[in-house]
């Protein structure tokens, strides 16, 4: 049997006492934390293994020919990242819903417009063959097509 430590851990119960003190999670758990971790993380930030991460954060600032060709690149991105640093689930299907909102600044008055990509990850587990669902909502820099 595999142990999901649950992250951070609080390597305070190590001096304690012993490692069975630490905090574990269940795999699902698990798996939608890694998740996380895959697309919030651009690639080069790993030191230990600098291609790790999702490749959307190279596509933020990128000049938009497209919005529907980016959007393509950007489902097709988490969905590599995913099969490629997710062993644990099979099946994967990625869905991205971007919506653009506004926010204004109390003090300066100024508005911005930012992307918001809600993105659904839907795969099964490999252990157990559960379908398995994850969401995740990120906010982009504005999508202006030239």
Request: hydrophobic fraction near 40%; charge should be negative.
């Amino acid at each position: 049997m595999d142990i999901n430590y649950k992250l951070p851990i609080d390597f305070s119960g190590l001096f304690e006492s012993d490692v069975r003190n630490l905090s574990i999670q269940n795999e699902k758990d698990s798996i939608k934390q890694n998740l996380e971790l895959i697309i919030t993380t651009n690639p080069g930030e790993h030191k230990y293994n600098p291609k790790f991460g999702c490749e959307i954060w190279n596509l933020d600032f990128e000049r938009v020919e497209s919005k529907t060709l980016w959007e393509e690149r950007f489902v097709q991105a988490v969905s590599k990242a995913v099969n490629l640093y997710e062993p644990r689930i099979h099946d994967v299907e990625v869905f991205v819903n971007f919506v653009d909102t506004k926010r204004e600044e109390v003090a300066t008055r100024a508005t911005f417009i930012k992307t918001k990509a809600n993105i659904r990850i839907i795969a099964r587990m490999i252990n157990t063959n559960e379908r398995f669902s994850f969401v995740l909502s990120l906010f982009l820099g504005p999508l202006n097509p030239d």
